[in-house]
């Protein structure tokens, strides 16, 4: 879980690296904003795009009392989830992203899941990693 307004405060990671990590250890990532402005800003952009990427969702509060309800709804989307196995037909062990769609067939379910994985990197390439 993240809790943070997304402004970037002189990382040493650049956004999209910070999204590979995360997609690499297989993290779900929710996000709560601290910015309680009723617009949203760059730094929303970015903590829907970490949330999006790693199959969480972002959270958005309009007062610093809602906060909690952030913490209650992801509370409740942990305790739904399911963990399905993908195991593709051409398995290539190059360690490239390999993007993935999943969706319900019954429209009243939504779908949240991961954008993706990183294939495994063959063992003798496994220190040149993307």
């Known amino acids: ?26 993290t779900i990532v929710y996000t ?6 009723p ?13 999006d990427a790693t199959g969480g969702q972002a959270f958005y509060p309009t007062r610093l009392e809602d906060v909690a309800i952030g913490f209650h709804n992801i ?11 993908y195991r593709p037909a051409d398995l290539r062990m190059d360690g490239s992203f390999r993007t993935i769609y999943l969706q319900a067939n019954d429209p009243r379910f939504k779908v949240r899941a991961q954008k993706g994985y990183f294939s495994p990197a063959h063992p003798s390439k496994a220190g040149a990693r993307n």
């Open 1 to 26: 879980m993240l809790v943070s307004d997304g402004d970037d405060n002189y990382s040493r990671a650049q956004e999209s690296d910070a999204i590979k990590m995360c997609q690499r250890a297989d």
């Open 39 to 51: 617009s949203k800003d760059k730094g929303d952009d970015v903590l829907k795009a970490i949330s």
């Open 75 to 85: 509370e409740e989307e942990l305790r739904s989830q399911y963990h399905l196995v």
């Open 32 to 37: 709560i904003s601290t910015n309680i402005s």
